[in-house]
């Protein structure tokens, strides 16, 4: 079964609009964090947003939000006041556990098109 | 956060043959990630690097296929061996972060296999 699912393969918002990104994810830790990253085509992996499991505020990074549901496991990103740079692949990560050093894994990715 | 020195950026290898991906880190760190990235596709995580040890693979990828190495708390080598045209992708590897900060990843290493 998947850990991270993100179920909009792609998506085209006009400029400006805001977006929400969904992911949902599977774990039975307490203790995990979740992760956007954006991919633009040139293919380096951008940290956007971390929000940890504990945290009981939504976590926020100028634009960017993060919808945080524990209870429904949902980590959705919001993008707000879309622009042409935010086209890209933007992808869900997961780090099960407390310990900050272990791994994440991803979810399928979901590819944003910004209309001008 | 941590900044990954990744090399080669691309490179573009006969069938049969093996790479060697280099990642060097500016700062100690403990575990270093292996990821694959096929195209079109997300990341997939190959193996985990924690110096001292030896690398944890995922399920799908063998040490005789992707031999780690992990000789200080600054730098990790994957290699691909024997390679096919399947394993033409992207090869990132990754670093924690501090607190809320993400992981940092490489520039990664575009394998063209031929």
């Known amino acids: 079964a998947q850990k991270i699912t993100q179920t909009q393969p792609g998506m085209f918002v006009q400029e400006k609009e805001a977006v929400t990104l969904d992911c949902t994810y599977d774990?039975?830790?307490?203790?995990?964090?979740l992760f956007w990253y954006k991919q633009p085509s040139s293919g380096e992996m951008i940290f956007l947003i971390y929000q940890g499991s504990y945290d009981e505020q939504n976590a926020t990074e100028g634009r960017y939000s993060l919808n945080f549901q524990k209870a429904r496991k949902s980590a959705n990103l919001v993008i707000s006041a879309s622009q042409l740079g935010d086209s890209a692949m933007y992808f869900c990560?997961?780090?099960?556990?407390?310990?900050?050093?272990?791994?994440?894994?991803f979810g399928k990715g979901t590819r944003l098109h910004i209309l001008p | 956060s941590a900044v990954i020195s990744q090399k080669p950026s691309r490179d573009i290898c006969q069938r049969g043959t093996s790479l060697t991906i280099q990642c060097q880190v500016d700062s100690q760190v403990t575990m270093m990630f292996w990821y694959r990235q096929q195209p079109g596709q997300s990341l997939t995580l190959i193996a985990t690097?924690?110096?001292?040890?030896?690398?944890?693979?995922e399920s799908g990828f063998v040490i005789d296929k992707f031999p780690i190495s992990r000789p200080n708390l600054t730098f990790s080598t994957l290699t691909v061996s024997n390679m096919s045209p399947e394993d033409s992708s992207i090869y990132l590897c990754s670093v924690p972060g501090q607190g809320a900060y993400g992981y940092t990843f490489g520039s990664g290493t575009r394998l063209t296999v031929v």
């Open positions: 690097a924690n110096q001292g040890s030896e690398a944890t693979y």
């Open positions: 990560a997961m780090r099960e556990g407390g310990n900050r050093d272990d791994k994440i894994i």
């Open positions: 774990t039975s830790d307490q203790s995990y964090g």
